[in-house]
Nanobody, 121 residues
Framework: QVQLVESGGGMVQAGGSLRLSCTASGIIFSLNAMKWYRQTSGNQREWVATISPGGITIYAESAKGRFTISRDNAKNTVNLQMNSLNPEDTAIYYC???????????????WGQGIQVTVSS
């Protein structure tokens, strides 16, 4: 069984920074695209950023220039460095990954449990 566990959330003042991390554990043959999403109360889950196994990154417009996604393949970890945070960034942030558990398995998609980020004005 594969698990994704996020860490690093919390409360910060507007203009501040937070770094989220997500570590995948369990039986993992290959870790493919890793992503961050976020969700505010009453809204749909919103995609934030994606990083490929080779390190190619893409960002939502709301994240460009402020957030940086990175990964450590040796540690099965993806990070999200968030700078210049504003109250509109307040949300539950979710890690998402496409994982192949064994060489003969199909790729499956997994979600973390989510972590709260609160930005005060």
């Amino acid at each position: 069984q594969v698990q994704l566990v996020e860490s690093g959330g919390g409360m910060v003042q507007a203009g501040g920074s937070l770094r989220l991390s997500c570590t995948a554990s369990g039986i993992i043959f290959s870790l493919n695209a890793m992503k961050w999403y976020r969700q505010t109360s009453g809204n749909q889950r919103e995609w934030v950023a994606t990083i490929s196994p080779g390190g190619i990154t893409i960002y939502a417009e709301s994240a460009k220039g402020r957030f940086t996604i990175s990964r450590d393949n040796a540690k099965n970890t993806v990070n999200l460095q968030m700078n210049s945070l504003n109250p509109e960034d307040t949300a539950i942030y979710y890690c998402n990954a496409d994982i192949r558990s064994r060489s003969y398995s199909r790729i499956e998609n997994y979600w973390g449990q989510g972590i709260q980020v609160t930005v005060s004005s």
